[in-house]
């Protein structure tokens, strides 16, 4: 049969996942330019659908939203810690890197209560509680952000976590 836009999306995803995984893989090897080309293209689809969520959200089924959000969050997030020398390049080749819609995807797809909201969510208590004091960007604002990433309805679900509780510790420093 004939395949749905939810399913395009779907398979989307999964591919810009993929490239994702891959890069990784390729940069731990030592293949730079392999890993960086599987980035971007990583991006491009992650790019394509966050461009078809914001335009016609009711397109988007809400599970699909959420790993969009993380997707694209993550990105912009980590873009946005660049030195400033790489992330002209990175703007170059088409990476946003914009800290404050980072911040803003990567809350609300930890809010959805979706199946990638946990991603997000530690994704940004680390980015507060051991990102942030190391590179000197830390700030008194970010201690009620913490608190309420861990007091989230996603964090309550798996309070013995490990990494929650290595979280709640560097926000107890």
Known sequence: GEVGEEEKID?????ADAHLMGAMMQMVLGSYVKGAWNIRAAWSLYSTVFTVREQ?????????????????????????????????????????????QAMRLLNRSSASGEFWAPFSN????????????????????????VEALIAQDVASKIPDSCLYMWMRGGCAR
Do not use: K, W
Not at 11 to 15: K, N, Q
Not at 122 to 145: A, D, I, R
């Open 11 to 15: 398979y989307t995803l999964v591919s």
């Open 56 to 100: 016609t959200p009711e397109s988007v089924p809400p599970h699909l939203r959420c790993i969009v959000d993380f997707g694209v969050g993550m990105f912009n997030l980590v873009v946005s810690l660049l030195p400033s020398a790489y992330l002209a390049i990175a703007h170059m080749v088409g990476f946003s890197g914009d800290r404050e």
């Open 122 to 145: 530690l994704l940004l208590l680390y980015f507060y509680t051991q990102l942030c004091p190391n590179l000197g960007l830390s700030s008194p604002e970010h201690v009620p952000l």
